[in-house]
């Protein structure tokens, strides 16, 4: 084992970290691909200094650090070895694996020897589902891809890097907050670092089936469409398309761009909707390679201020989710994990989540789609990002073509997300409509939206809430945050307040509600103070008489499901680092609130009927 680690330290070599490229691809269905596993212990160093990846003089390393290691036992010490390392889970976040990275900001070095057999005519990937937020990774020394942004899966093609028996792959992941980051230095989460999703090895043919959309026609329900695309195809190559329960097939020819256009007439399709989530078995096929997939076929368009599913109205029973773990905290990432979060939606009757702040784990689509819980998914385009700078953008585009390129197949999600709260200035809407527009242009079958902020004037019988953002005229629904008897007015503020929307959208209110400590109660008779129960409970009466108001109000997703760590969160005894916003603890206890907003839910008496 030593020597292993030895070797490791005498050989890596590093290459300049700084991020000019990703150079990494996104494989589309990776959980219906075989695939051998990394999961599990990894040996990890703590790097708070990236003394890795810079000298004392704060130089970017071009030959490593690992250099110094020579194999002369008259030579310097060594100071890594990762076989002699504490390790840590993989899938997880380092902050709750172990007390003394609790609040770490900083690079860890992941390490994993792993053994391989390479085949001929095969392309092998380390996939890697998540990892925030910066990360670097070296197979057998060979440096083989960087990859920025924490939410994100990414692949790295290490098939010439690899070699037949015993390879190690290294990575250092770092989660510092940056300036110029997506999201940027201020967020209302813990910034949990790590690889916090499943790591694997990926064989595909050379040619291989790497990216594909299959929707069905707005125009035309008998009728699914979209493309297939081949990874290093010639033009010419075939590639058929199934879908055997509906008895349906066809065969198409990718042009220069490796692309196939798809058009599959379908006969006594089930549509997919909440009440009939149904998904059919969609078999992919090109050369020798074949992938299976599991897709719910619907449309999703506006009409005016309406939202329409399959060609009709509905009204968006939602709740807010942050990716944090039921009971243990952390980074949720398990089936477990999802079962419980949404299991949680569905009981309060839910037919739709907001998956805020940033892509979720696929395995959180994935159920949504099983469920029947319509999804509305988001990059961290959050708060203040540098909105003046190209490489900003850059980022954020990023991450909106990789979170769309995963799940383009779930017909769950209605809705792509392109910032929420941010501040409303010319800079910022010509940066979020170019988001919206690439929104559109990747993906022209689901909606855009984004939660933006509202403008408040006093009105002779209280307050008035604006919607003017200018943003508004680059969304096809307006979502709106606000939090009136919360850090605005009293209790009863929301019976005072009227709306004006200066657009004929639809609105989803995509956050109000407040925060209680689960347990603590108001004394009987008293009017209830911020933080118990009762008074989230009563937030919760006033909101939903308000909100049924507002005329073009199409869902809500209030804040939020669940209690989540944040490090802005610091009053003690009460919050200690969570916000407590959940109408669930983060101990699964349920709050007044919960069943206030299950029975509005349950009894349709938030919202229209549809
Ligand atoms: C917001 C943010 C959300 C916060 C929430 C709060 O407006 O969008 O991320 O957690 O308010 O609790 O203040």
């Not at 960087?146 to 098939?159: K, L, N, R, V």
């Not at 790591?199 to 790497?210: R, Y």
């Not at 477990?336 to 989540?353: H, I, M, P, R, S």
């Not at 501040?423 to 909606?447: E, V």
């Amino acid at each position: 084992m030593l020597k292993s680690a030895t070797r490791i330290l005498l050989a890596l070599l590093f290459a300049a970290p700084a991020l000019a490229q990703t150079n990494t691809t996104l494989l589309v269905d990776i959980d219906h691909r075989p695939v051998t596993s990394l999961d599990g212990d990894w040996h990890t160093i703590v790097d708070p200094y990236s003394t890795g990846l810079y000298t004392f003089h704060q130089e970017i390393r071009k030959d490593g650090f690992f250099m110094n290691a020579t194999p002369n036992p008259a030579g310097p010490p060594l100071d890594y070895n990762f076989a002699a390392a504490a390790t840590l889970k993989v899938p997880g976040d380092w902050n709750t694996q172990r007390p003394d990275l609790f609040y770490y900001e900083g690079v860890v070095w992941y390490q994993k020897d792993f053994n391989h057999t390479p085949k001929p005519n095969t392309r092998t990937f380390l996939h890697i589902g998540a990892a925030n937020y910066r990360t670097f990774v070296w197979v057998n020394t060979v440096k083989v891809c960087e990859h920025e942004g924490g939410f994100t899966p990414f692949d790295c093609d290490i098939t010439s890097a690899l070699k037949d028996g015993k390879n190690f792959v290294v990575l250092s992941v770092d989660n510092t907050r940056i300036a110029d980051g997506v999201p940027t230095l201020q967020t209302d989460w813990w910034n949990y670092g790590g690889l916090t999703r499943d790591v694997s090895l990926v064989e595909t043919p050379t040619q291989f089936i790497d990216d594909y959309d299959l929707h069905l026609s707005r125009t035309d329900h008998g009728l699914i469409e979209g493309y297939v695309h081949v990874e290093g195809a010639a033009a010419g190559t075939q590639v058929t398309v199934a879908i055997p329960d509906l008895k349906a097939t066809t065969t198409a020819t990718v042009d220069g761009d490796s692309r196939a256009a798809i058009s599959l007439p379908v006969k006594s399709l089930t549509l997919w909707s909440p009440d009939t989530p149904r998904l059919y078995k969609v078999e992919l096929s090109s050369g020798t390679d074949k992938l299976t997939d599991e897709m719910g076929f619907r449309t999703i368009e506006t009409r005016g201020n309406q939202i329409l599913l399959n060609g009709q109205p509905i009204f968006l029973r939602g709740i807010s989710v942050h990716a944090e773990a039921p009971f243990r905290t952390g980074r949720a990432y398990s089936e477990k994990d999802v079962d419980t979060l949404l299991g949680w939606a569905k009981e309060l009757g839910c037919n739709f989540v907001r998956l805020a702040h940033y892509p979720h784990d696929q395995r959180m689509t994935r159920a949504a789609d099983r469920l029947g819980i319509l999804v509305w998914s988001e990059i961290p385009d959050y708060w203040a990002l540098q909105f003046d700078n190209p490489a900003v953008l850059a980022k954020s585009k990023q991450q909106l073509t990789e979170m769309i390129r995963r799940d383009r197949d779930k017909a769950s999600i209605i809705l792509w997300s392109v910032a929420n709260e941010t501040p409303n200035n010319p800079t910022r809407t010509k940066y979020l409509t170019t988001m919206a527009d690439l929104s559109r242009q990747l993906d022209p079958t689901r909606l855009v939206t984004a939660a933006l902020l509202v403008r408040t004037e006093k009105s002779p019988t209280g307050t008035t809430k604006i919607v003017d953002d200018p943003l508004g005229n680059a969304l096809d629904v307006i979502g709106t945050n606000e939090y009136i008897g919360w850090y605005e007015q009293g209790l009863t503020g929301p019976d005072t307040t009227t709306w004006d929307i200066h657009y004929d959208k639809p609105l989803i209110m995509s956050e109000w509600g407040g925060g209680a400590k689960a347990g603590l109660h108001a004394s009987a008779g008293t009017t209830p103070a911020q933080f118990t129960e009762e008074y989230q409970a009563e937030l919760y009466k006033h909101q939903i008489a308000m909100l049924n108001k507002i005329p073009q109000l199409r869902g809500t997703s209030p804040w939020i499901l669940m209690d989540f760590r944040s490090a802005r969160r610091l009053n003690p005894g009460i919050q200690d680092n969570f916000n407590r916003k959940g109408v669930i603890s983060d101990q699964g206890q349920k709050k007044q609130a919960f069943f206030i907003l299950q029975k509005a839910y349950k009894d349709k008496t938030l919202g229209k009927a549809e």
